[in-house]
């Protein structure tokens, strides 16, 4: 009935075609009272506020995903009816396009799409599914290629089919890959400094410098979550991760207070709070998650199970993430002054990946005249970069993932050793605890005869397998 309604209100000979196509005879009367409320239908489309340019689908490896191009952004509900299956979008004040009313053909999940006009001018889309699919659905900004989009992504019951590593096509090893998540973007510029420099943009260049630093360093990968001006949904942040399988989530901001004097980097991991009210969030939802954690489907799995290992992978995430952070903070330290010394923690959304450790950098205060010149630096951007390489890259050195070629690496002869240079408040415990090495091997190795160093001076350290 709703696609009928779909065609006939593009037609012509609006009597014939209800005549036709009910069956049914009308009166004079009859007919002009159809006539008034298809008037009325039709006043309500071009008064529509959202205009549905296109609608795109494609399926890749059991996901099928749905873009909605709209003209302007659209409050939207959606739902799910068994026997048969279909998906059922509801768009407020919205319309169909001319162009977008030739609709896709069958693909992947969906058997056929069909629309129609409700009374109260929301736009009905349904999705004829060819068995039974789980979705979720995003709103996208604009970017450099599109404009404002809605997004359904649909997959199995049994969850997203994961991204093949490279050691599952019988590669000696993977890279380990790391997801780089530029704060804000689009319609969102984050903190603003008092020169209008915005926040979104310092963090996407230091995130895409990190990402090229990535890229260059030997067996590791950078994911960009977002390479350009737009919005990426908090959650769907920690998604493009997941369909990744990264093995850490980086998110770059900038900080700001009304204060124009703090200054400094911080670098912030998730709050046990935070991990217990995602714990029970996605415990609330397990029937219907979208998502594996560690691996393993929530869904179907005893309430006791299912928290037990939901557990399980948060509290090694949160171990990871305290690790990693540390090692960032350090080499932030070295580079300048830092806000806090010690890796924060809070309830921020975009660090609740329960299974992937995730970090999140303040680079400086955009609010501190100083800080704001230095972070519109490009120079000062690649500095920062680097040191969140040097961290980054310290904690996978000494804990790579088993099935990666730094593992591998690790089996074999002792690395080339790493040159350390001795900035002020450095001691040789310090640098040993830091690199996992004892006091006597760094001695050993540089033919020193006490436990003194001096500002300047260059340490070979020594990094043996299994380090």
Excluded at 59 to 84: A, M, N
Excluded at 87 to 108: C, F, H, M, N, T
Aim: glycine fraction near 8%; aromatic fraction near 4%.
């Amino acid at each position: 009935m709703l696609a009928f309604f779909s065609r006939i209100v593009y037609s012509a000979d609006i009597i014939s075609t209800l005549r036709s196509g009910l069956g049914m005879t009308f009166s004079a009367t009859t007919r002009t009272s159809f006539c008034a409320t298809l008037l009325l239908l039709s006043s309500g489309i071009a008064q529509a506020s959202t205009t549905v340019e296109d609608i795109r689908v494609w399926s890749e490896d059991g996901r099928t995903r749905v873009v909605l191009d709209l003209d302007r952004p659209v409050d939207h509900s959606i739902f799910t009816l068994r026997g048969p299956d279909r998906l059922v979008l509801d768009l407020k004040d919205s319309r169909l396009s001319e162009s977008a009313a030739r609709l896709p053909q069958a693909i992947g999940a969906i058997a056929s799409i069909r629309t129609g006009l409700r009374a109260n001018g929301q736009l009905r889309i349904v999705l004829d599914l060819n068995a039974e699919m789980r979705s979720r659905s995003f709103t996208a900004a604009p970017n450099g290629q599109y404009g404002n989009r809605l997004v359904i992504d649909l997959h199995p019951q049994g969850g997203l089919q994961p991204v093949k590593r490279a050691s599952e096509e019988n590669v000696p090893g993977r890279d380990v890959v790391i997801a780089v998540d530029a704060g804000h973007g689009g319609h969102d510029p984050g903190a603003i400094g008092q020169g209008r420099t915005r926040e979104k943009d310092v963090a996407l260049a230091v995130a895409k410098q990190l990402a090229r630093r990535i890229d260059a360093e030997p067996g590791m990968k950078a994911v960009l979550v977002r390479s350009g001006d737009y919005y990426v949904d908090h959650r769907e942040r920690m998604e493009i991760a997941h369909r990744h399988r990264a093995d850490l989530f980086v998110s770059v901001h900038a900080d700001a207070v009304r204060d124009r004097r703090p200054k400094g980097t911080s670098v912030y991991v998730l709050s046990l709070k935070g991990a217990s009210d995602e714990a029970a969030k996605r415990l609330a939802e397990r029937e219907n998650a979208s998502d594996m954690v560690g691996g393993v489907s929530l869904a179907g799995k005893d309430p006791v199970l299912a928290s037990v290992l939901l557990d399980l992978s948060q509290n090694a995430a949160l171990s990871a993430s305290l690790d990693v952070g540390d090692e960032v903070s350090g080499e932030l330290a070295r580079l300048g002054p830092v806000h806090r010394r010690t890796v924060q923690q809070a309830g921020l959304l975009v660090l609740k990946s329960p299974d992937i450790p995730s970090i999140l950098v303040e680079t400086g205060f955009i609010s501190n005249p100083t800080e704001e010149k230095n972070l519109k630096s490009s120079s000062h951007q690649d500095r920062l970069a680097t040191a969140i390489l040097a961290g980054v890259r310290s904690y996978f050195h000494t804990n790579p993932p088993q099935d990666t070629q730094m593992a591998l690496n690790a089996k074999r002869e002792p690395a080339a050793p790493i040159q350390h240079v001795i900035t002020r408040g450095d001691t040789l415990s310090q640098i040993a605890q830091r690199y996992n090495v004892s006091a006597a091997e760094i001695k050993s190795a540089n033919k020193l005869s006490s436990d003194r160093v001096r500002v300047g001076q260059t340490l070979r350290i020594p990094v043996y397998a299994g380090t």
